[in-house]
């Protein structure tokens, strides 16, 4: 047994032990592209064992029949220290794409708990495979890859490349921190709070959502081949067929060491080939994968036939990933079921660089998650002013409140949001029905929230003392008469904003002058309903 992976029973590689690829839980997408080239297994790493930074393979085809040469290159390389994928990290990778498509969500990214991932693997709960999963997802988020197709026959040449990356971000437990967590949340492991969250590049996850370039991948199979990387190389070649339909194949046995196996073209002879790919053949043999091979020294060529229960089902097409602004709808939707008024969410969502998307998505993810568990929440707690306040943190700071990624944040530290209820609810889209013609109250107002800019955030400041939300309409001696959006604008300020709007109005005023601001809005009847904000010094 190799170090840090989990033994496979001795009869383990019986028919009756390994499940049928026909289970759906077993099968996940993986690329139909990438099959041309050697242990693509989602783009290398079976076998290799030593820290590199670049590999590149060739494949040269010619047709049959014609003057038409293909050649297909090509390249992956890194500037990781970590170097690129190796050993077992293609099966992180297919695992990984297997908890993203059995979410049945139409999203690029994923979040899990470790013990879960461990256990899609099949191997053993420590921390040296833990370790594994993060030196796995690190090193395909380093890695970077580049393919060129060079057509060429006597009329033309034709040459297209393209560089892309699998891994576009990952958010990555601490692990003593976690221990710390548990420690103290003993059922923090079972309510899901501790994880780990992936993010695919969006066009290598349309890929894979199109029927043309979806292949499937049986989990269980490669669980089974898990301690020879050789014969899950061979498998994936030989999966290739079966997702055309086909059951037997030929092959000639240079071009699938070389070509297909990664195997060095120092094994320059056939004879030699064989002997290195064999028992790989054997292995399969005995999974009951192949019903049977033969190899033919005299051509060089391998044949067999791959055991129909292993066919995997049709891989129909998925509708691709939403836009950005499709996104945005669907948050406000899940936002508003948590609670959140439609307006406060919508406006936070409308200025959100489309890069923060996705994080907004895991916040109500992680909500919605608690929610579900209701760990220590009253049945009156407010979710949606919760997952209000953490939108309006990531929109300020760029990034989610860390508390909420790795499951420190107990109830009592920040379960309780400051929005009172109705306070998200402002018509931003709705202007004040009212204009300022007094320009010494708009100079004043002007002076005022150019001193509140520097204590309040852009977010804050444009929400509620904006143009949409609060409008100067008159200084009648020291009252500065400011009309407020909806009463909401007006509760809000003077229950959370009162002093530093006391301070603001103070510098902007002068030490000798005292200012009074008068809210108004429109149910207000008449002056004497006004509710004033005394700001004296």
């Known amino acids: 047994m190799r170090k840090g992976k989990q033994p496979i029973p001795k009869d383990a590689n019986k028919s009756g032990d390994i499940p049928l690829v026909l289970q759906p839980q077993s099968i996940t997408r993986t690329h139909r592209a990438f099959g041309l080239f050697p242990s693509a297994l989602l783009l290398s790493g079976y076998g ?16 049959v029949g014609g003057d038409e040469v293909i050649e297909r290159r090509f390249e992956m390389f890194t500037k990781s220290e970590m170097g690129l994928p190796r050993g077992r990290d293609p099966h992180v990778l297919v695992s990984l794409l297997k908890l993203l498509f059995s979410k049945n969500e139409v999203t690029n990214s994923v979040w899990f708990r470790k013990s879960e991932l461990l256990n899609l693997l099949g191997w053993t709960d420590n921390a040296e495979n833990r370790a594994d999963i993060d030196g796995a997802i690190s090193r395909y988020f380093d890695t970077a890859y580049r393919g060129m197709s060079l ?9 297209r490349e393209r560089v892309r990356r699998l891994l576009i971000g990952y958010d990555k437990v601490d692990e003593r921190k976690v221990r710390h967590a548990a420690d103290k949340t003993p059922d923090a492991e079972e309510s899901g709070r501790l994880f780990t969250r992936v993010i695919f590049d969006p066009d290598f996850i349309n890929d894979l959502r199109s029927e043309e370039l979806s292949l499937s991948t049986d989990i269980n199979v490669l669980r089974v081949l898990n301690v020879s990387n050789l014969a899950s190389r061979l498998y994936e070649v030989l999966n290739y067929f079966t997702n055309e339909g086909k059951l037997d194949f030929k092959l000639e046995i240079k071009q699938l060491a070389h070509e297909r196996l990664g ?23 005995k999974a009951d994968y192949l019903t049977s091979y033969d190899y033919d020294g005299k051509t060089g ?3 067999g036939q791959i055991n129909r229960k292993f066919v995997p089902p049709h891989q129909a097409a998925l509708p691709p990933l939403p836009t950005n602004d499709e996104r945005r709808t669907h948050l406000k939707k899940r936002f508003t079921m948590l609670g959140t008024y439609p307006n406060a969410a919508s406006s936070v969502l409308k200025k959100l660089p489309d890069e923060l998307l996705g994080e907004a998505e895991l916040i109500a993810d992680r909500i919605e998650q608690i929610k579900i568990d209701n760990i220590g929440k009253g049945k009156d707690f407010k979710w949606g002013g919760w997952a209000y306040n953490e939108l309006v943190n990531l ?34 889209s709705k202007p004040p029905k009212v204009v300022c013609v007094d320009e010494r109250a708009a100079a004043l107002w002007s002076r005022i929230t150019a001193k509140l800019a520097k204590h309040l955030s852009p977010h804050v400041l ?7 939300a609060a409008t ?7 009252n500065l008469v400011v009309y407020a959006a909806n009463p909401v604008v007006k509760d809000w300020v003077n229950s959370n904003y009162a002093d530093i709007l ?14 009074e601001i008068v809210w108004r809005t429109d149910t207000d009847e008449d002056e004497g309903e006004q509710l004033t904000l005394n700001l004296a010094r």
């Open 151 to 159: 057509q060429t026959d006597s009329k033309r040449v034709r040459e």
């Open 48 to 63: 290799e064992s030593e820290v590199e930074k670049n590999r590149s393979f060739t494949i040269t085809e010619k047709q």
């Open 263 to 285: 195997i060095s073209r120092k094994i320059a002879a056939p004879s030699q080939c064989w002997q290195k790919i064999a028992h790989s053949f054997e292995k399969l043999q």
């Open 301 to 303: 060529f391998i044949s």
């Open 502 to 515: 006391r301070e603001a109005v103070n510098e902007a005023a002068g030490k000798k002058i005292r200012v």
């Open 462 to 468: 444009t929400t509620w003392f904006g143009e949409d």
């Open 395 to 428: 929109h300020e700071n760029g990034y989610i409140n860390p508390n909420l990624l790795d499951g420190t944040q107990t109830p009592t530290e920040t379960s309780e949001p400051t929005v009172a209820p109705g306070a998200g609810d402002v018509p931003l």
């Open 472 to 478: 100067p309409v008159k200084l009648v001696g020291q």
